[in-house]
């Protein structure tokens, strides 16, 4: 029987669309068990699991874990910080950026635990930092010492307790619920670290957070795609189960 070059160009199609259908698949598991165990809980066996697929088919699209770490940034990640950072450029004090997108971040972890999860673990070193969360908060906290607005001797202290708390936060909102004063407490407390008056730390912190729309970009497939939410500090609602 002969083959046509019609017939070849579809079955190749038709391989490709079920190959992205597998890596959607595993992806979509992978969110979904982040955010239920917690990145550190999570293995290789949780992922294929509940993709139920086998572990070859998951070494055929990710050599590593960390592979499909980097994946699930790009696919569920990487459009909501983008979203934060760009509503925070729109900020003119540099101490009112730095707050704004940490209550963004803290925020958007408790109504998304995987995303949560990921910049959680990402952040937890240079080792593990992509360049999207490495450009956090460097520039600011440097442009808020040069207009002689934040008040630090070294550079690389200041960026750690703002990476230290942001991620405590983090975790505290995807593990233990913390009342909403919780977040605004730890914003006052960076603010005063940082040099600022205790009053204008605590108006900072307690300024209204603007609406976070976050438009399809790589990570088009992600479920939060095209959501438009109102942003409110809050108490955790994961469901993540530590083991």
Same mark, same amino acid.
């Given at each position: 029987?002969?083959?046509?070059?019609?017939?070849?160009? %579809?079955?190749?199609?038709?391989?490709?669309?079920? %190959?992205?259908?597998?890596?959607? %698949?595993? /992806?979509?598991?992978?969110?979904?068990?982040? =955010?239920? /165990?917690?990145? +550190?809980?999570? #293995?290789? +066996?949780? !992922?294929?699991?509940?993709? &139920?697929? =086998?572990?070859?088919? !998951?070494?055929?699209? !990710?050599?590593?874990?960390?592979?499909?770490?980097?994946?699930?940034?790009?696919?569920?990640?990487? +459009?909501?910080? @983008?979203?934060?950072?760009?509503?925070?450029?729109?900020?003119? +004090?540099?101490?009112?950026?730095?707050?704004?997108?940490?209550?963004?971040?803290?925020?958007?972890?408790?109504?998304?635990?995987?995303?949560?999860?990921?910049?959680?673990?990402?952040? $937890?070193?240079?080792?593990?930092?992509?360049?999207?969360? @490495?450009?956090?908060?460097?520039?600011?906290?440097?442009?808020?010492?040069?207009?002689? @607005?934040?008040? !630090?001797?070294?550079?690389?202290?200041? $960026?750690? /307790?703002?990476?230290?708390?942001?991620?405590?936060?983090?975790?505290?909102?995807?593990?233990?619920?913390?009342?909403?004063?919780?977040?605004?407490?730890?914003?006052?407390?960076?603010?005063?670290?940082?040099?600022? #008056?205790? $009053?204008?730390?605590?108006?900072?912190?307690?300024?209204?957070?603007?609406?976070?729309?976050?438009?399809? &970009?790589?990570?088009?497939?992600?479920?939060?795609?095209?959501?438009?939410?109102?942003?409110?500090?809050?108490?955790?609602?994961?469901?993540?189960? %530590?083991?």
């Amino acid at each position: 029987m002969r083959v046509t070059r019609t017939n070849k160009g %579809r079955r190749k199609e038709i391989g490709l669309e079920k %190959r992205l259908r597998t890596r959607l %698949r595993l /992806l979509e598991a992978a969110a979904r068990v982040v =955010a239920h /165990l917690g990145e +550190d809980e999570s #293995t290789i +066996d949780h !992922f294929i699991n509940a993709a &139920g697929v =086998a572990r070859g088919t !998951f070494y055929n699209y !990710f050599p590593t874990r960390e592979d499909l770490i980097k994946s699930l940034w790009e696919h569920v990640g990487q +459009d909501p910080f @983008r979203a934060i950072q760009k509503i925070s450029a729109g900020v003119t +004090d540099p101490a009112e950026r730095i707050i704004l997108e940490a209550r963004l971040v803290i925020n958007n972890a408790a109504e998304d635990p995987a995303w949560g999860w990921l910049v959680w673990y990402l952040s $937890r070193s240079a080792e593990t930092l992509n360049e999207d969360l @490495r450009a956090y908060p460097m520039p600011d906290l440097v442009a808020g010492r040069d207009a002689k @607005r934040l008040m !630090f001797q070294n550079d690389n202290a200041a $960026r750690d /307790l703002v990476v230290s708390v942001v991620r405590s936060a983090i975790r505290a909102t995807l593990t233990e619920k913390p009342p909403a004063s919780y977040v605004e407490s730890l914003c006052i407390m960076m603010l005063l670290a940082l040099g600022l #008056t205790a $009053r204008e730390s605590r108006k900072i912190a307690q300024l209204p957070l603007p609406d976070l729309e976050i438009a399809p &970009g790589n990570g088009a497939a992600a479920p939060q795609s095209g959501r438009k939410s109102k942003i409110l500090i809050k108490a955790g609602n994961s469901s993540s189960t %530590r083991k």
